[in-house]
């Protein structure tokens, strides 16, 4: 390491080479430092902004991490990846109108990055249209065929809408049965949803046996309350009633 930064002394390049590969070892706070030191030699590095921003974000600071994401932006606003990441971040401050735009904007700069569908296909859940939410999702599905979680959302959606229009058992259990094949049949998120989409075609007894099984298989760290709720839904299909959950009412399994 030591003959390493005698080289880059005076290379901005080498710097940032020596923060990626310090970051890569969990050294963080050292790659922070070889991030500052390259952009202190050339102050209009973009690469070296936006790796210094990623290294603020895996330390929690976010609010310096957007800045040097809106930096590399404006030295090079072709880095549709500092859209996405100013984006997650404003959707998890609940900005949701600010994170559109920023998730749109990758789609501009390039079209078939699956994850921007997947957030698009999140916020408009968030404000309650569905609809607009299964086309992010069929556009993501489209893309990657094999993205399983798309399937899953998607599968949820038709199980457990609460507008007749949009419900529809059978293609729940269509995408359910993808995305559990996809997950390798050990997701509890998947079961889950499959569990919900047979209820909602009134296949309770098999619904009954999907959601024990993602009982026997969430962990403990999601938290009893959520454990709760499975319990109830569990009860339910054993009632032989569906789960009926709006978009926000559900949101904690997408």
Same mark, same amino acid.
């Given at each position: 390491?030591?003959?390493?930064?005698?080289?880059?002394?005076?290379?901005?390049?080498?710097?940032?080479?020596?923060?990626?590969?310090?970051?890569?070892?969990?050294?963080?706070?050292?790659?922070?430092?070889?991030?500052?030191?390259?952009?202190?030699?050339?102050? /209009?590095?973009?690469?070296?902004?936006?790796?210094?921003?990623?290294?603020?974000?895996?330390?929690?600071?976010?609010?310096? +991490?957007?800045?040097?994401?809106?930096?590399?932006?404006?030295?090079?606003?072709?880095?549709?990846?500092?859209?996405?990441?100013?984006? +997650?971040?404003?959707?998890?401050?609940?900005?949701?109108?600010?994170?559109?735009?920023?998730?749109?904007?990758?789609?501009?700069?390039?079209?078939?990055?699956?994850?921007?569908?997947?957030?698009?296909?999140?916020?408009?859940?968030?404000?309650? /249209?569905?609809?607009?939410?299964?086309?992010?999702?069929?556009?993501?599905?489209?893309?990657?065929?094999?993205?399983?979680?798309?399937?899953?959302?998607?599968?949820?959606?038709?199980?457990?809408?609460?507008?007749?229009?949009?419900?529809?058992?059978?293609?729940?259990?269509?995408?359910?049965?993808?995305?559990?094949?996809?997950?390798?049949?050990?997701?509890?998120?998947?079961?889950?949803?499959?569990?919900?989409?047979?209820?909602?075609?009134?296949?309770?007894?098999?619904?009954?046996?999907?959601?024990?099984? +993602?009982?026997?298989?969430?962990?403990?760290?999601?938290?009893?309350?959520?454990?709760?709720?499975?319990?109830?839904?569990?009860?339910?299909?054993?009632?032989?009633?569906?789960?009926?959950?709006?978009?926000?009412?559900?949101?904690?399994?997408?």
């Amino acid at each position: 390491a030591t003959r390493a930064l005698e080289c880059t002394e005076d290379n901005s390049m080498m710097h940032c080479n020596l923060g990626r590969a310090l970051e890569a070892q969990d050294r963080v706070d050292e790659a922070i430092s070889q991030y500052l030191a390259s952009i202190k030699i050339t102050p /209009d590095f973009h690469i070296a902004h936006y790796n210094l921003a990623g290294a603020y974000t895996a330390k929690g600071a976010d609010e310096k +991490a957007m800045a040097h994401y809106k930096k590399a932006l404006w030295l090079n606003p072709s880095l549709f990846k500092a859209h996405y990441n100013i984006g +997650a971040y404003l959707a998890s401050q609940n900005r949701l109108d600010e994170s559109r735009k920023r998730f749109l904007q990758v789609l501009r700069i390039r079209p078939v990055f699956m994850p921007a569908y997947i957030q698009l296909g999140t916020l408009s859940l968030l404000q309650n /249209d569905e609809r607009q939410a299964l086309l992010y999702y069929k556009k993501a599905i489209q893309l990657q065929p094999d993205q399983w979680d798309a399937c899953r959302r998607t599968a949820w959606i038709f199980a457990v809408s609460e507008t007749d229009e949009i419900r529809d058992g059978a293609r729940a259990i269509k995408f359910a049965l993808r995305a559990n094949e996809l997950s390798g049949g050990t997701s509890w998120l998947a079961l889950e949803t499959l569990a919900a989409a047979y209820a909602a075609h009134k296949e309770y007894r098999q619904a009954a046996q999907m959601q024990k099984r +993602a009982l026997e298989l969430v962990p403990v760290a999601a938290g009893e309350a959520l454990i709760a709720r499975m319990k109830e839904r569990l009860e339910l299909y054993r009632e032989g009633k569906p789960f009926r959950g709006s978009p926000r009412r559900t949101l904690e399994y997408l």
